[in-house]
């Protein structure tokens, strides 16, 4: 198996590589934050990865498989989310805090601020009042922290 261990960008595409074959491989947030493990493309082509450590797969990252002659690109999943949507600058910072306070990935957008639906968040937003609604949309933490401890 092909193990990868660079991300391309479209425009960093190696020249001889620019004329093979592209597949996709959508993945959701969790496994866009795994750095090693075996993948597979949405048309069935596997490989590995050994990325450095902390590296976050988006949108548009390319692996260059030179063995199969394709470029596979990362399409990241849509997935259930609660949108929060501050009023003020007091309430981005309150709302951030208290997100974070809980350990919960958050994704910061120019308006709003995106968690995943996951067990244990809804109470969190009901008992600090934050207005929120679901949705179903890609989602990307703003960090990963490689260790953390208390």
């Known amino acids: 198996m092909v193990v ?13 590589a620019r004329a093979y074959a592209r597949d996709t491989i959508t ?3 969790e496994d866009r934050t795994h750095a090693h ?9 596997e490989f590995g990865t050994s990325l450095p450590r902390g590296t976050v797969l988006r949108a548009g ?9 394709v470029i596979v ?3 990241e999943r849509p997935e259930p989310v609660f949108v929060i949507e501050p009023r ?4 981005w910072a309150l709302f951030a805090y208290h997100i974070g306070n809980r350990h919960q990935p958050v994704m910061i957008t120019d308006r709003s601020l995106v968690c995943p639906d996951v067990p244990g968040v809804e109470p969190l937003l009901q008992q600090h009042r934050m207005p929120y609604v679901r ?16």
């Open 73 to 75: 690109i990362v399409v």
């Open 135 to 150: 949705a179903t949309m890609p989602f990307t933490p703003a960090a990963t922290v490689a260790a953390h401890a208390h």
């Open 4 to 16: 990868i261990e660079r991300i391309y960008r479209d425009a960093e595409l190696p020249e001889a």
């Open 37 to 45: 493990g075996r993948r597979r493309t949405d048309g069935g082509v």
């Open 27 to 29: 993945l959701g947030w």
């Open 88 to 91: 003020s600058a007091p309430e």
């Open 61 to 69: 990252d390319a692996f260059v498989l030179d063995e199969a002659r």
